[in-house]
């Protein structure tokens, strides 16, 4: 569902979903990194690098949340 906000550009909505994804599976990386996409998408780049680090650090391997901020840092700096 959450997917289907994001790429619906229901930002709000997506950020909630996500957060009830987290509340039902609270260690998966997937759901922060998730999380981080909707609110890099809702242009709030500081709690979008928050997600991508806790999904970090659930799982220091998980190459699309490294990469997702990187450009959210990226982006914070303009």
Request: hydrophobic letters at 35%; proline letters at 3%.
């Amino acid at each position: 569902l959450g997917d289907y906000y994001l790429y619906s550009s229901r930002f709000a909505e997506s950020t909630a979903a996500y957060l009830q994804y987290q509340e039902l599976l609270p260690n998966d990386e997937h759901s922060y990194n998730k999380l981080g996409l909707a609110y890099m998408a809702s242009l709030k780049f500081d709690n979008a690098i928050l997600a991508f680090r806790k999904s970090l650090q659930i799982n220091p391997q998980y190459f699309q949340a490294s990469d997702n901020l990187r450009v959210a840092l990226n982006k914070n700096k303009k």
